[in-house]
């Protein structure tokens, strides 16, 4: 599709975003619209261009797979993982970081190929999924999600990859988080506080948790369980160990990387 075509998509859609009022007001008061619509509706179709963004990691890959072999893992996943820093937490391991923020299970799966599969690793961590409960890329039913992870599970394993599927980490509302990628704030905002559990119900983390480690035993996968390192007896990540309730700190890493290690030496042995 052109940028042309683009561009008027996105006009369309701002036309058609509020319902018209049938009658005239006593008062014009309309919502504030941005300062910069040409600007966001370029930045839009740019960004369209890579919606998986396929380009995040394209030179860093092309530039790994040049290098010589070993028995490297690959971490792939969302902002948890992306703002993991593995070279801390698993000095001298050769572990790379594969998560991009704000990503679902749908994204990810086209990435499964150049990003994990290309690198020829000797295993995967995928940790994916609450961005899908959170509608980052529109609604989806949970077999939705599920099969985007089987069908990441199934692709490695044919190219002989170990995989090692994670549990959902818990969110709490011990902190109220500020708009980002993960968290964006509602059309028309101007950036208000939120709280995880309105994006995030936690029933429905622990009712994808559990078919997870259910399909990992189910196809000899590894399950690391993040969730219990880190909730508490609230069934919530655990005060202290977030800023925003969803993205672990330093200390939360520290509780989940010997989690991942431990799973990553069962999927090797």
Same mark, same amino acid.
């Given at each position: ?13 701002? @036309? ?13 008061? $309309? ?10 509706? %370029? ?42 820093? @593995? ?6 391991? $050769? #572990? ?25 690793? +000797?295993?995967?961590?995928? @940790? +994916? ?28 394993? %044919? ?24 968290? $964006?704030?509602?059309?028309?905002? $101007?950036?208000? %506080? ?19 480690? %259910? ?7 590894? #399950?690391?369980? #993040? ?13 202290? @160990?977030?800023?925003d309730g969803l993205h672990p700190n330093k200390q939360g890493y520290a509780l989940m990387a010997p989690v991942a290690q431990a799973a990553i030496e069962n999927a090797l042995k």
């Amino acid at each position: 599709m052109s940028r042309f075509l683009l561009l008027i998509s996105f006009f369309s859609l701002l @036309l058609v975003a509020v319902p018209a009022k049938a009658q005239l007001v006593d008062e014009f008061n $309309p919502q504030k619209s941005n300062c910069c619509l040409a600007g966001m509706a %370029k930045s839009l179709a740019d960004q369209l261009q890579d919606w998986n963004q396929l380009g995040r990691y394209h030179a860093a890959d092309e530039n790994l797979k040049k290098q010589p072999a070993e028995p490297r893992v690959v971490f792939m996943g969302d902002s948890i993982t992306d703002m993991w820093k @593995l070279d801390q937490s698993f000095p001298s391991r $050769p #572990y790379v970081n594969r998560g991009i923020s704000g990503q679902t299970t749908a994204q990810m799966l086209v990435r499964i190929y150049p990003d994990v599969i290309d690198l020829k690793p +000797a295993a995967v961590v995928i @940790l +994916a999924g609450t961005n899908d409960i959170a509608r980052n890329t529109g609604p989806e039913t949970a077999t939705m999600v599920e099969e985007n992870l089987m069908a990441m599970t199934e692709l490695a394993q %044919k190219h002989g990859i170990k995989v090692i599927l994670c549990s959902l980490t818990p969110i709490s509302d011990y902190a109220e988080a500020p708009p980002n990628a993960d968290n $964006p704030p509602p059309p028309g905002a $101007p950036g208000p %506080k939120l709280v995880q559990s309105a994006r995030r119900p936690p029933a429905q983390i622990l009712e994808l948790n559990t078919w997870i480690k %259910k399909y990992a035993a189910g196809v000899g996968a590894v #399950y690391a369980d #993040y969730f219990s390192a880190v909730v508490d007896g609230n069934g919530m990540l655990k005060d202290g @160990l977030s800023g925003d309730g969803l993205h672990p700190n330093k200390q939360g890493y520290a509780l989940m990387a010997p989690v991942a290690q431990a799973a990553i030496e069962n999927a090797l042995k």
